[in-house]
Structure formats: C-alpha cells, structure tokens
C-alpha cells in the first residue's frame, strides 16, 4: 500500500511534505500556536507545503505568489470551507454565511447581510455611532488620566469595539446588555474560536475513534456548552426585538428580518428562517468585535513600543485637526490622516487578527506553483507569515509605517482580510469515506483479546465479592455514563445500582458511596486505611508532586505541613485573631452595597461574595490587600477558580495509560490549558513570596507577621529537624491550599445560602427578624463578631446550606491502602474512593423533603456538619477532614449576618424565579450568578 501511494504521490506532484508519523501524520510538529508552527515547517520545507493531519490533507501557503494564485487565479474553485464538526455545530448546519453551502441559499443571505447591514450607506449611517462611542471612551480615559491611574487599554478597546458593534448590529448598548457577562465575553469569544478550529472527531473519522476521544476529553461538551451560550445570547436578542423590552435608537436589520419571516410566498426559492438569522448575528457578533479590538490593541502596543512612530503619528494628528479647539472627533478628520492609516495597515502586515485567514477547501484539481492540489484538499493561507516574508518586507520584524507606501504586496493581503467575514462557502455534505487501513487492522487483531481480557475479569470480579458495576462497555468502562456533572451521575447511578458502586472508567477504579452507613465505615472504621490521596495528573502538577496538604500521600510530609499550617493559621486561637479582618472585610462590603442600595442599581452578589472571601484569606494568610494585589485579576477570580477545578479533575491520561490519555489531553489543548494555569499560580506565589522576603522598612501594607512569615523563618533556620526539611515548594503548597481551597468553598456557600433565603421568603423573614430583634449597631459602627452567638436560625440556615448544597459535593477522593471491607464488599488496595455528600445529604432514609430547604429540620436533630454525623459531611470526616472548617464557618457567618441585618434582597426583575442550576467539578458553583436588588434596611 505504501508503495502504490509513493508512486500515486509521485505521479501527481504533490507539495513537499515534513516525515509523518504512521496514523497522526505531521501532529506531532504542532505544538503551540498554530500559525507559528505552520511558520517554522515553512522554514524548513518551503513556502506550500501538505500535511496530514490523522485523515485531513492539508496545504498550507505561505507566500504571496502562492496566495495569489488560491485567493485570485482560481478563486472560483477554492471557494468552498471544509465542513468540521464545530463549523457544522456552529452554523447550524450550513445555515449561515460564513459556512453556507455555495449557492442560491447562500447567495440570498449575503446578499441580504450586505444590503442592511455591510453595505458602504449602511457602515456610514453608523458613523454616530461610533463617534460616540469614541467620545464617551475618551471622557472615561480623560477621567483616568487626570487621577494618574493606569488603565486596562485592552480591555477598554475591546469594550468600544463591542459597544460599537451592539449599537450599529443588535440595536442595543452593550454595558445595558443583561444578557452578556461582560467580564467574560472575551473569554467566550476566545473559546469560541479556538473550538471552532479542526476536531480530533475530524482527523479520526475511523470507527468513531476520534468523537470518542473528544467525548472522553470533554471537547465535545466544551464546544456545545460554548454554542449553546452563543445561543442563549442569540434568542435573547432576537426576543427583545420581538417584544421591544429594550432602548433603540432606532430599527435596525434584526427588525427588518424578523418582519420579512412572516411575509416570505410560500413559493420562494429561499426562505429566510431564524437559524439563518441568528447566523447572520452570530457572524457580526464572534467576528466582528475582537478582530478589529485585537488590530487596535496591537497599533497601541507598537506606537508604545516606537516612540519615532508614536509622536509621528501624533503630530500629524495635532496638525491636521487640531482637536483641543473642536467638541469631539469627527470621522471626516480621518481624511487628512494619511500617516495613521500606514500605522493601521503596518500593525495588520505584522499582527493579522485572523493569522490563518479561515480554511478553504479545493472543489476540483487546481495547480499551484506547479503542483497538483487535489479536489477536498484544506488550504490554509498564512496571512501572518506572508507579512514577514524577506523577500518583500526589509527587517520584517521592525514597525515601519512608511514602507506601506511603496508595497504592492499589501493589497492581497487586505483583500483577504476584508473578504474574511463574507468569504464565498460552497461546501460538500458527502463525508469523507477513508478508512485508515492500519488503524482498521489494529482494531480487528484487538478486538477477540479484548473480549478474552473483560470475560477473565469478570469472572475474577465475581469470585472478589466487589461492590456492584454497572454494565459497562469496552475500553471505556462506564464513562458513558457520566453525561453531565459528575456528581448528579452518581447519585442516579448509585439509586439504580446501590449505595455502595464499582465503576470503570478506562483503566481506573472508583468506589462511589453514597450512603451515611457506607461513609461512615470508610471514614471512621477504615479512616486510617482510607486517608491518603490518589495520585492523578492534575494533583502531581498542582501539589508539586505531593509537597502540599489537600494531595500529599498520608505520611510524614503531610502530617508536618497539617501541623504547620494548623499551628500557624487554622487553630482556633488564630481563626480568632483575625476577627478585625472579617469584621474590617464585611464593614466595606456593606458600604459598597449601601451606596448601590441608594441607586437602586442590582448588584452581582456572586461576584461581591468572591470578592469579600479573597479579601479575608488574603489578609490574614499574606498579609495583603487583595484589592490591592496587583497578581490577581479580581474581576476574574470567580472564572479562574472555576477553571482551575476543571482541570483539577480526573483527565484522560489517568484514565487511559500507555501515553493515549497523555494524547488526548495534549489533542485537546488540556495539558497546555493545565499548565498555564499552574504557571498563573506560580507567578502569584512568587511573588507573594518575594514581597515577605523584602526588609520589614520595604513591606507597606502587612498589619503583623502571617503564615507565610513563621513559615519562611522555620526554612530559614540552620538547624531543621532531619526527618522532614521544609522547603519552598512545600510552602508554595501551603499558601495554595489555603488561597484555592479557602476562597472558593466559602464564597460558594454564601452565595447558595443567600439563594435559598431569596427562593424561601419565610425563611429569609426569619432569619431577618431574629438578626433584626437580637442586634443593634449604633450609627458609624461596624457589626462585631460576637453578635452571631445571639443567633440560632442563622446558625440553621447555614447548617442547612451545608446539607443541600456541599461546596465539595464529592469531598477529596480518597484512595485505599490495603484491603477493606465496607458494607459487606471487598474493597482492594489502591481502589480511588469517593464519598457523595450530595447524595448522602439527599437521602430521603433520614431527611424527610430532602430537597426543600428546612433549616427547622435541625431544631431538634444531632445531625452536624462537623464531621461527626454522618448525614451530612460537607467537610468531610476523619483524619483528612477540612482544617478550615472553623475559619469558613467564622466567615460564612459574619458575612450572612452583614447582608441581612442592613439590607432586604429583591430580585431584579418581578415575577422571575432564582436559577438555582449547578456547574463545575471538585467545587459545585451556582452557574448563573446571583444577581439581586439590595434594599436598604438600617
Ligand atoms: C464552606 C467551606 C469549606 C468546605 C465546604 C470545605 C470542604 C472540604 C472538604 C470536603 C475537604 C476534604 C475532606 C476529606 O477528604 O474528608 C476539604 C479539605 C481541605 N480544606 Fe476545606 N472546605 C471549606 C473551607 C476551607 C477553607 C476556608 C480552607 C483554608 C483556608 C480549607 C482548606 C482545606 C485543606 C487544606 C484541605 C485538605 C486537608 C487534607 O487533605 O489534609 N477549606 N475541605
């Protein structure tokens, strides 16, 4: 076959490839950005080069010349996009411009977008539009300036971009926008378009091999969970137009559209549906708003960066318009601009926003640079590389506007990036039908080996006495299974299958428990056989291979630094000494709220709860402002501790050995996204302890010596007990713990606690009179930590919280050291172990109406969540249990009582319902953030 295929290659003159790999292809010589990548193999193999990507053909150019001839000469046939499994996701199956199959439908659509909306009189009927957008920017700036503040430019481009975009496309203002979280469109932007790129599911089309590794490496949920945002924004959008809930300035194309549905002749060619009008939004949306913030952010960055080119620039500008004499900037003034415009198209020669323009897809056999390409081949143009070629830009590196004049080159280039939204689409539906041979033969010789190796087992199973499994597939286990949060599978699993389960996933084994009986044997009879942790790939790299309390093996490195950080933070004596913290924390939390009370203006209580935790741990474990830490972006705090759980959990690589989970996570970008973060985490313990290591004259803002300090005093000293040194890597571990296992639980538990009271006036109205009749603050006085003895209901609520909604609803995973018994089952060493608190705090045996929210139901119940009953356990139990139990419920407490005493919550809107949906992993979040009225009291 080989042979036939050189020779078949060799006949049709092929690009020159890199050496392949059997199987993957040239995968391996992707690693990084891809551009760069296809950059670097440019270097090496030319200007066209194919690769093969599992089953994918793809040439890349690389040159002007070559550009021409794909973009210009033969146009017509490369004017298709390979259809992929997120553009068909994304399009909704073709119905839309960027990826619509090539004709009448498609010609429709464009023709439609261009006329209300791309057109030249419709980009200029927006020009108020973005003038002033401009203008209100630049007040904002003007402001920042005269307080010598820095400001965050890529942000605030970014939001001009948007704003201009919302106002000119959706009729609506984007900080008005409810319905986007504006903190996080860049990061959906972002996720959006690194999802829509190629698939494992289109590289491995064989056998399903490859939509199972992106099932497995949750690639798939990522890009639908991403779609279905968009999608939610979508409808939105289109529903505020249809019932006008909303300030426009006046119709837009939206309107048009949605009036045109209705009206379409039953008999036309082509009907414009609502899929195709979202596409034509989604498209203005995705494409339009980070594209041109991007070229914009890269312009300033360059002018910084040459000071020649800056104060060019800016002096044409003062001489040709002369701006301190008019009100604002009007776009006539661009005019006269002719060295700016060079500046903008030097910054896109080197910064291209879209580096890879989008792929095409050859329709027939075209040659290029004399060789065939043929039909189904993916092009991909390297706009960015283009732009560095030597052989038209002098010192390509170099920022120099005035070479735009005399560069003919340029103009291809700009034709590309202006068709890039509008693109021609002809797409081919027929799937590829290659079977890759060999992966076809390695499937067929394993298959009789594998039915061998399950039968063996099983009868080995049944001998052993194990707990219960589920049916299960092949190679895979129960993984199928565990659609959607993992701990809401178990607990189905575990009422179909019994409290006490074995399941496979991949080469692992986990014993799920899911009952107080069953917890409590592993937690208390077998505490000591059950206390270590298992080892997985994101535990080894986050605790710095097990120097750190939550995944070190039990041993004497964890018992020192439980020991060392209980001494120093988690006592109760400590809890107590940081009461003013607390006390400090929650005072400027009520006066921020206070002063939104009087606005009338609803507050993201979500994000002020996040804000108020890091606060606190922050002070008392570094001694630091977190407000004033210039390593954390608190605006992101919450996503970033949501990420950080993602991919704290269990990957394919710990269920898949042999380097094929190792594979899927560095296919799905996994291990890259893993280590950036750790990086992030990295840099911030550096430098929090740098700043403890400067002379006490240079530290501006620690109050007293903290952990960190008594910590690196212990590593300093000469003389170190033998047995167990203390050194930097397991401090980092303990300043992590703390700062990642701190924040997050205890913000969670508040936010669902606030939740409830919001969902269950009668609750809410209890709690309230109880604070409102126990305490009195006098005028310019804070609430004093003491109060909360006073106050039993709250304690219920709280307690309450704790049964329904675990912050760790599956604790810490525990593993087996040698061989146990619970409930009767054989529980071998080595076995992963989880215990589902939800589940077990959901168990109608001992809560009656376990999912309403009854803070009664203690009134006269042992039941606790200290780690003696075993009900509930959202802390845990035995010698692993949470330390910071006591520090979380001090904080959870003083700042419940804060928010109720001064004020009453409403939500936003009347007549809607708190969402109450769960996200996430080792931590359960309220997905939708919590956002409520806040109503001043006293
Ligand atoms: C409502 C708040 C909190 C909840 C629900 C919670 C829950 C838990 C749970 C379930 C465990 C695992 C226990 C086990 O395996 O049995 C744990 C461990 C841990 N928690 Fe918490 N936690 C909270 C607050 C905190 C705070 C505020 C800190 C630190 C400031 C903290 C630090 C830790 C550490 C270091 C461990 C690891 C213990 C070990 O493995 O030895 N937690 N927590």
């Not at 419709?122 to 539009?129: C, D, G, I, L």
């Not at 735009?404 to 291809?412: E, T």
């Not at 992101?636 to 898949?656: A, T, V």
């Amino acid at each position: 076959l080989i042979f036939v295929k050189d020779i078949k290659s060799s006949k049709q003159n092929l690009p020159p490839s890199p050496p392949q790999l059997p199987i993957i292809g040239n995968l391996h010589q992707l690693r990084g950005l891809f551009h760069r990548c296809l950059h670097h193999l440019l270097k090496k193999h030319g200007p066209l080069i194919l690769l093969r990507l599992g089953v994918l053909r793809m040439v890349v150019i690389s040159s002007s010349e070559a550009a021409e001839e794909v973009l210009k000469t033969h146009d017509t046939e490369c004017c298709t996009r390979p259809v992929t499994m997120a553009s068909t996701v994304f399009s909704r199956n073709g119905n839309d411009i960027g990826f619509g199959e090539y004709g009448e439908a498609w010609r429709e659509l464009r023709k439609l977008a261009v006329r209300e909306f791309f057109s030249v009189t419709k980009v200029r009927s927006f020009r108020y539009v973005r003038e002033e957008e401009c203008d209100l920017m630049v007040k904002q700036l003007r402001e920042l300036a005269l307080k010598q503040s820095p400001v965050d430019l890529s942000k605030t481009l970014f939001c001009l971009t948007a704003s201009i975009v919302f106002r000119s496309a959706l009729g609506q203002s984007f900080l008005e926008n409810k319905h986007i979280d504006k903190e996080g469109i860049e990061e959906l932007m972002l996720e959006a378009h690194s999802n829509m790129s190629f698939n494992l599911t289109d590289m491995f089309p064989t056998a399903g091999l490859g939509w199972f590794m992106d099932f497995v490496s949750g690639q798939r949920k990522r890009l639908h969970d991403v779609f279905t945002e968009v999608d939610t924004f979508l409808n939105h959008i289109i529903d505020d137009h249809q019932s006008k809930n909303f300030t426009q300035d006046r119709p837009d194309f939206i309107d048009y559209l949605l009036e045109m549905i209705p009206k379409q002749e039953e008999n036309e060619s082509f009907k414009l549906t609502i899929d195709h009008l979202k596409g034509i939004i989604q498209g203005i949306y995705l494409a339009g708003v980070d594209t041109s913030s991007i070229t914009m952010i890269w312009t300033m960055a360059e002018l910084v960066r040459n000071p020649r080119v800056m104060k060019k620039v800016q002096d044409e500008i003062h001489s040709c318009i002369g701006i301190k004499h008019k009100e604002r900037i009007t776009e006539e003034d661009l005019d006269k601009l002719q060295y700016l415009k060079l500046v903008v198209q030097e910054s896109l020669r080197l910064h291209p926003p879209v580096p890879l323009l989008l792929p095409r897809e050859t329709m027939s056999q075209i040659k290029i640079q004399g060789y065939d390409i043929p039909p189904k081949t993916i092009l991909v143009v390297n706009a960015w590389s283009i732009g560095r070629d030597p052989k038209h830009w002098k010192d390509p590196e170099e920022f120099v506007p005035e070479r735009i004049r005399s560069a003919p080159v340029v103009r291809l280039m700009f034709l590309n990036l202006s068709k890039l939204i509008l693109a021609n689409s002809k797409r081919h539906k027929t799937k590829t039908k290659t079977m890759s041979t060999v992966l076809y033969i390695f499937a067929f010789l394993l298959l009789p080996a594998l039915f061998t190796l399950i039968f063996v087992k099983r009868t080995k199973d049944s001998t052993q006495n194990l707990p219960p499994s589920p049916p299960q597939l092949p190679i895979i286990g129960n993984l199928h299974q565990l659609q959607g949060l993992f701990h809401r599978c178990l607990h189905d699993l575990s009422k179909k299958h019994g409290p006490v389960l074995l399941l496979h996933l991949g080469s692992l084994k986990i014993v799920v428990i899911s009952s107080s009986e069953a917890a409590e044997e592993a937690l208390k009879t077998h505490d000591l056989e059950c206390c270590t942790r298992p080892k997985t790939h994101a535990t080894s790299t986050f605790s710095r291979n097990g120097r750190d309390i939550c995944f070190a093996p039990y041993g004497e490195v964890w018992r020192q630094l439980r020991k060392l950080s209980v001494l120093n933070f988690f006592s109760a004596k400590k809890v107590r000494s940081f009461r003013y913290i607390r006390e400090e924390e929650n005072d400027l939390l009520v006066t921020k709220l206070k002063e939104l009370a009087q606005k009338k203006s609803p507050v993201d209580l979500s994000q002020e709860i996040y804000c108020v935790a890091g606060s606190i741990i922050f002070r008392s474990a570094f001694a630091q402002r977190f407000y004033e830490n210039k390593h954390v972006d608190k605006e992101k705090i919450k996503e970033f501790m949501f990420e950080l759980q993602k991919l704290g959990s269990i990957s394919s690589s710990d269920l898949f050995p042999g380097g094929l989970g190792w594979f899927m996570d560095f296919m799905s970008g996994r291990h890259r996204r893993l280590h950036k973060l750790f990086g992030e985490v990295d840099t911030f313990l550096n430098h929090i302890i740098d700043d403890h290591l400067k002379n006490p004259e240079e530290k501006t803002n620690q109050d007293r010596p903290d952990i960190v300090d008594s910590l690196l005093n212990t590593m300093l000293k000469e003389e170190q007990d033998e047995s167990f040194k203390l050194t930097i890597d397991h401090l980092k571990g303990i300043i992590q713990n703390i700062y990642l296992a701190g924040v997050d639980t205890s913000a969670i538990t508040m936010i669902w606690a606030m939740a409830e009271l919001v969902r269950n006036p009668r609750v809410m109205k209890k709690a309230q009179e109880e604070i409102r009749t126990c305490i009195r603050v006098k005028q310019n006085e804070k609430i004093d930590e003491e109060d909360v003895d006073k106050l039993q209901y709250l304690k219920l609520v709280i307690k309450e919280t704790l049964r329904l909604h675990p912050a760790a609803p599956l604790l810490l995973p525990r593993e087996t050291m040698s061989q146990i018994k619970i409930q009767g089952y054989n529980i071998p060493p080595k076995t992963f172990l989880v215990v589902n608190t939800w589940s077990i705090g959901r168990d109608p045996k001992h809560w009656e109406d376990p999912e309403e929210f009854i803070p009664e139901r203690f009134i006269d119940s042992p039941a606790d969540y200290k780690g003696q009953s075993f009900e509930m356990l959202p802390f845990g139990s035995g010698r692993r249990m949470c330390p910071g139990m006591a520090s979380a419920i001090a904080t959870i407490e003083l700042g419940l009582l804060n928010l109720l005493y001064y004020f009453d919550w409403e939500l936003p809107e009347e007549g809607t319902v708190v969402d109450m949906e769960e996200d996430g992993n080792i931590t359960v979040v309220k997905k939708v953030p919590l956002e409520l009225l806040p109503i001043l009291h006293h």
